[in-house]
């Protein structure tokens, strides 16, 4: 009985080692055609010769309004609300600044650079209540870092 049980082990441990190695050139060359492709992707997005791969230098903050504003509408049913988005990435540039809002029927819009160095853009049809305001600011490398805020409009 222990004879089979070894023989069992072994015959187990042979499989084992037969079918990893006949995967393993597969597996290998799956993480080199991630690393090419990773490569291919960072080409086609370098700026300045340099290919970053992190969002970490992208600052990414909306300035104005601030976050919590309530802004009284009064007996109109509309609010016209100017975004200021400050957007920098010092390894890449900046692609383009994004800024989406909740509840409203143009959803998202992309802010324009102004001679202030800050990016700006307008939302003309909020109405009354509570909007979750997201600005994305894009590098040259396509990172993305985010900065988000509320609103509240009041009649």
Request: charged share 25%.
């Amino acid at each position: 009985m222990r004879g089979k049980k070894i023989g069992f082990i072994l015959s187990t441990v042979i499989a084992t080692i037969v079918l990893s190695s006949a995967l393993a050139p597969m597996t290998l060359a799956a993480f080199a055609w991630n690393d090419e492709d990773n490569e291919q992707q960072c080409k086609k997005h370098k700026y300045g010769d340099v290919c970053d791969k992190t969002k970490k230098d992208i600052d990414c903050n909306i300035l104005l309004p601030p976050g919590h504003t309530v802004i009284h509408i009064g007996k109109t049913d509309w609010a016209i609300v100017d975004f200021t988005i400050q957007a920098a990435d010092p390894v890449d540039g900046i692609k383009k600044v994004q800024v989406h809002v909740t509840d409203d029927n143009t959803h998202i819009k992309t802010a324009v650079l102004g001679g202030d160095g800050f990016y700006h853009v307008s939302w003309t049809t909020l109405g009354k209540g509570n909007h979750h305001v997201r600005a994305s600011c894009f590098d040259f490398a396509n990172n993305v870092a985010h900065d988000s805020l509320s609103i509240e409009i009041k009649k």
